[in-house]
T-cell receptor
Framework: KQEVTQIPAALSVPEGENLVLNCSFT??????LQWFRQDPGKGLTSLLL?????REQTSGRLNASLDKSSGRSTLYIAASQPGDSATYLC????????????FGSGTQLTVLP | DTGVSQNPRHKITKRGQNVTFRCDPI?????LYWYRQTLGQGPEFLTY????????KSRLLSDRFSAERPKGSFSTLEIQRTEQGDSAMYLC???????????FGSGTRLTVV
């Protein structure tokens, strides 16, 4: 059974700092991995999707990397802003199943002004 | 298209009552998913539709839960005889295919009192 772990559970940084969020998964046979952002009481907003054949994806100040062999992904946020404060979730789609995503519990990020 | 739409946004119900939630996916997306999220956890998969066919159901989906997607368009999730443990955020997502990421709605927050 695929398990997804995100460390740390919570992170607080001053504005302007670059930061890295970590995601690890137990089964390397994944189809793709997706990072989401969730504001309190809201739904999920997709940030980046990395296919299993890719090593990284970039969007603006965000960069996500994927190392399937080690079962790890990182989300790098450059020059953090208070508006980046949210919970960040990673989710993996297992190969052979085009259906469900398995989520981590998320990292709650607070960027202090 | 404005994305995935879920209604209602909030629902408070008394224990034992039945509730029904609606999800309108992005119109081109043939795949639709329901997830449940409790406080501090990542979303957990409930069920999956491809067009109008319900292809997969999680063990989390007890016999009090039923989901439909008539004509492969909108979907409904009904919970019968609600229990306090059903209190959660119910999220709907849709996708175009396995190579594409999920788009989530804003969710329906259910509180059973």
């Amino acid at each position: 059974k695929q398990e997804v772990t995100q460390i740390p559970a919570a992170l607080s940084v001053p504005e302007g700092e670059n930061l890295v969020l970590n995601c690890s998964f137990t089964d390397s046979a994944i189809y793709n991995l997706q990072w989401f952002r969730q504001d309190p009481g809201k739904g999920l907003t997709s940030l980046l999707l990395i296919q299993s054949s890719q090593r990284e994806q970039t969007s603006g100040r965000l960069n996500a990397s994927l190392d399937k062999s080690s079962g790890r992904s990182t989300l790098y946020i450059a020059a953090s802003q208070p508006g980046d404060s949210a919970t960040y979730l990673c989710a993996v789609r297992i190969s052979g199943s085009a259906r469900q995503l398995t989520f981590g519990s998320g990292t709650q990020l607070t960027v202090l002004p | 298209d404005t994305g995935v739409s879920q209604n209602p946004r909030h629902k408070i119900t008394k224990r034992g009552q039945n509730v029904t939630f609606r999800c309108d996916p992005i119109s081109e997306h043939n795949r639709l998913y329901w997830y449940r999220q409790t406080l501090g956890q990542g979303p957990e998969f409930l069920t999956y539709f491809q067009n109008e066919a319900q292809l997969e159901k999680s063990r989390l989906l007890s016999d009090r839960f039923s989901a439909e997607r008539p004509k492969g368009s909108f979907s409904t999730l009904e919970i019968q005889r609600t229990e306090q443990g059903d209190s959660a955020m119910y999220l709907c997502a849709s996708s175009f295919g396995a190579d594409y990421g999920y788009t989530f709605g804003s969710g329906t927050r259910l509180t059973v009192v």
